[in-house]
């Protein structure tokens, strides 16, 4: 087997509603390429009968994964041990040790075995990053030691990349400079490029409301504009659009990309539109890094009716790219 065509999946954080969605998916779809799920084997066996899934698991060693022969008859896993004796708990920082330890194995046989499709399930982060990073985007570049790194929430129809991602909104005026916007369309450029064989149409939002500001200083004529005339020579971007009418149906289908200036900004209306028909992928890697595009959902856990079409999604994208 050619593990380069694996999807290499980390389960996350092990009180969420990953797993369930994971059940739903292999059940749902038919998958081509082997998936290695990270995790615990204990969790899995106690999600499993907690939510009525029935499954054979196949447990591995990730030292000698060029000796196994993987379909997807089974659940490939790599066992990394977590105590406990409930399927499941409230998040705190108790799981820290055990995100890490897959997050490290994880990372070292995308580096062994040259692994190029890579998904991981949602992250507290506030218990797990405690402040050191912004988010796992961030998380995962600098253990790669990614300079330039982009979050781009896709999907087919319309996708969205913010400057700023997990920063609060007092902070992200301070970072909205020619330097970062430049980085986040060079980026989204490429990946176009790469996967699908066109440079995309970018639209550009200001920071103020209708790209105006009363303050006597407008980061929207002092750094946007000039950014947008000076990236032109380029890429086939425009801009800026007041982000109160950009996602208007007449307007937001003459684009493949909208850039905001902040998380909200362009995640919120995406959403909206699109709700789980969406997945995070980080630009700048040296391999596909997808994820669903929602949180641990703490409130859902153990319901059993939480809806699995962002990681299907996911799934499907890192098959077909």
């Known amino acids: 087997m050619n593990f380069k065509s694996s999807i290499l999946i980390f389960a996350g954080e092990p009180n969420s509603i990953f797993l369930e969605i994971f059940f739903k998916s292999i059940k749902k779809i038919k998958i081509r390429n082997p998936l290695i ?124 990349c913010p400057i700023t991602t997990h920063l609060p909104i007092k902070l992200v005026s301070k970072e909205i400079n020619k330097k970062n916007i430049s980085k986040k369309v060079f980026l989204i450029n490429n990946f176009y490029l790469k996967k699908f064989g066109f440079r995309p149409k970018i639209a550009i939002l200001g920071l103020n409301p209708h790209c105006e500001s009363v303050d006597k200083y407008s980061e929207d004529d002092k750094i946007i504009k000039p950014t947008i005339k000076y990236l032109k020579a380029r890429y086939n971007v425009s801009g800026p659009y007041s982000a109160d009418t950009i996602f208007l149906r007449n307007n937001r289908k003459n684009f493949n990309v909208i850039i905001g200036m902040y998380h909200d900004q362009v995640l919120t209306p995406l959403k909206t539109l699109y709700e789980y028909d969406a997945i995070n992928i980080t630009l700048g890697l040296p391999f596909d890094r997808v994820s669903p595009d929602h949180g641990p959902n703490e409130k859902m856990i153990g319901k059993n009716i939480s809806n699995p079409l962002s990681l299907i999604r996911a799934i499907q994208f890192l098959e077909k790219n």
């Open 37 to 160: 799920l990270v995790g615990s084997y204990k969790l899995v066996t106690l999600q499993m009968k907690k939510l009525n899934y029935k499954k054979k698991i196949k447990v591995l060693d990730p030292k000698k994964l060029k000796s196994y022969r993987l379909d997807n008859t089974s659940i490939n896993l790599i066992d990394i041990k977590y105590e406990t004796s409930k399927a499941f708990e409230k998040i705190s920082s108790k799981s820290n040790n055990y995100i890490k330890k897959c997050f490290d194995t994880s990372f070292k046989i995308i580096k062994k075995y040259k692994i190029k499709k890579f998904i991981n399930g949602p992250i507290n982060k506030k218990t797990f990053l405690n402040k050191q990073f912004l988010g796992i985007t961030e998380y995962i570049s600098y253990k790669f030691n990614t300079k330039m790194n982009a979050m781009l929430i896709y999907n087919k129809k319309l996708s969205v």
